[in-house]
C-alpha cells in the first residue's frame, strides 16, 4: 500500500551519514570520556569534534554546548539553570513547547501574549518586563512546532536589551530551536539569544540527545548532579555516539539546507492548496505567506471535523500526521497553540498538522492528496466540495 510520512515535525527519519558515525562510535569506541586510558581519550577526541562542529553551526564557543538527552532536558536546563543561578522568574511565550511552558508554570513564572499567527506580542512584553525586575529570563520559541510561524527574535531582543538595565539580577534571551534548526540557519538568525536549545531527531540525528548553547558566558545552575561533566553544569556519562550523530546530522543538514528546503517549501505549498481546494471547510490555521514560516509545516483546520478519527482514518490509508506535539500517551488533548491563536469553536477541534522533512517525496504529496480529503469527507459527509 502506498504511504506518506508527514510527521517529521515529531521526529524526522535519521540521515545515513549519521547512522553510519555512530555505528562507527558504537563498534570502535568502548571508551567513557571521563576516564585516562587510551580508550577513553579517544572516546573523548570524538565528543569534543562533535563540540566542535556543533558549537561552529550554532555560533557559540565550544565550551558553550552543553550536550544533554535531548531538546526537553536541554529546555528544562535553560530555564531552572538560569533561575537557579540568578534568581528571579521566568516568562515565555503562550505558544511555547510544553518542555519550557511546564516549567515556567511549575517555577511561578508567566506568559505573555500572541497575535493570530503566532507572533509575540511586543508590547505586553515590554509591559511585562517594566512591570516586574525580578524577570531574569525570557524563553520564546523560533519555530512554533505545531503551526510552523516564525519569531522576530531581533524584534523581541530589542525589548530584552532595552529592559536589561532595570533588572538587577540580570535578564537573558532563551529560543528553542528544536523545529527550527532543520530549515534556517540559527546562528545567523538567533544570534542575539544567549542560550539556544537543539534536538537530534529533529534534523536527522538520533533520538536522546539535544544541546543547549550558551553564549555570553550566561551562568547556568546545574540541574542533574554526580559527576561535574560538561563542566559542572549537566551530570552524567556523554552520550558520544548520540553527539557524533547529532553533529554529523547538523552538518549535512546545513550544507544540504538550500536545496531541501527549495523542494519541501513547494511541496508544502502544493499538499496545502490541493487540500483546501479540495473542500471549503479546510482551511490553513495561519494564512498562507501573512507571516514567516518554516517551510515543512502545513497547519490546517477542518470544520466540524475531529481530529482522533481523522488521525485514525489516515493512519488507516497509509498517512503518519499529528494534532499538534507529541505526548507520552499518544492521546490527544485540545492544543493550547490553537486556542491561543484564536481557532474558532468550530475548526478547533479538527486541527491537522502535516510536516514534511528532507526525505519526503512528491509520491507522498500524491497519496496525501489523494487519501486526506477522502478522509475528512467520510467525517463530514453533509459538506460540499468546493468549487
Known amino acids: 500500500m502506498p504511504s506518506a510520512y508527514l510527521d517529521h515535525a515529531a521526529s524526522t527519519p ?81 505558544i511555547e513547547h510544553h518542555a519550557v511552558l511546564d516549567v515556567v508554570h511549575a517555577t511561578g513564572g508567566g506568559t505573555v501574549a500572541v497575535d493570530g499567527t503566532g507572533r509575540l506580542d511586543l508590547d505586553h512584553l515590554a509591559d511585562e518586563l517594566a512591570s516586574d525586575p525580578g524577570v531574569s529570563i525570557v524563553s520564546v520559541v523560533l519555530a512554533n512546532n505545531e503551526v510552523g510561524t516564525l519569531q522576530d527574535l531581533d524584534a523581541i531582543a530589542d525589548v530584552v536589551d532595552q529592559a536589561r538595565p532595570s533588572h538587577p539580577n540580570g535578564l537573558v534571551l532563551h529560543t528553542d530551536a528544536v523545529a527550527a534548526a532543520a530549515w534556517i540557519d540559527v546562528a545567523e538568525v538567533a544570534a542575539r539569544a544567549d542560550l539556544v ?6 534534523v536527522g540525528g538520533p533520538k536522546g540527545i539535544g544541546v543547549l548553547a550558551v553564549r555570553h558566558g550566561v551562568p547556568i545552575a546545574p540541574v542533574l548532579l554526580g559527576g561535574g561533566q560538561e563542566r559542572e553544569r549537566r551530570s552524567g556519562t556523554p552520550n558520544v555516539a548520540g553527539a557524533v550523530g547529532l ?10 539546507r538550500v536545496t531541501v ?35 515543512n509545516i502545513v497547519h490546517l483546520s477542518c470544520r466540524e471535523v475531529a481530529s482522533e478519527p481523522l488521525l485514525f482514518l489516515l493512519d488507516e490509508a497509509g498517512v503518519a500526521a499529528s494534532a499538534g506535539s507529541s505526548c507520552a500517551s499518544g492521546a490527544l488533548e485540545p492544543s493550547h497553540v490553537v486556542e491561543a491563536l484564536g481557532v474558532p469553536p468550530d475548526w478547533a477541534p479538527g486541527a491537522l498538522r502535516l510536516s514534511l522533512g528532507w526525505s519526503t517525496t512528491d509520491d507522498e504529496i500524491d497519496h496525501a492528496l489523494a487519501v486526506i480529503p477522502a478522509a475528512i469527507a467520510q467525517l463530514h459527509p453533509h459538506a460540499e466540495p468546493a468549487a
Open 261 to 295: 528546503v527549495g523542494r519541501v517549501r513547494e511541496q508544502a505549498e502544493r499538499l496545502a492548496a490541493g487540500l483546501t481546494e479540495a473542500a471549503d471547510h479546510v482551511r490553513t490555521t495561519i494564512p498562507p505567506r501573512s507571516v514567516p514560516g518554516v517551510a
Open 14 to 94: 535519521a540521515r545515513p551519514e549519521a547512522v553510519a558515525a555512530m555505528v562507527d562510535v558504537l563498534e570502535h569506541v568502548p571508551g567513557n570520556p571521563s576516564g585516562q586510558h587510551r580508550w577513553a581519550q579517544e572516546a573523548r577526541r570524538r565528543l569534543d569534534d562533535a563540540r566542535d562542529g556543533i558549537a561552529s553551526l550554532l555560533g557559540v564557543e565550544p565550551g558553550g554546548v552543553i550536550f544533554t538527552s535531548g531538546g526537553t532536558e536541554a529546555d528544562d536546563l535553560a530555564v531552572r539553570g538560569v533561575l537557579g543561578a540568578a534568581g528571579g522568574r521566568a516568562l515565555c511565550s503562550e
Open 197 to 202: 536549545t537543539i534536538s537530534g531527531h529533529k
Open 247 to 256: 553533529g554529523v546530522a547538523l552538518a549535512v543538514t546545513a550544507r544540504d
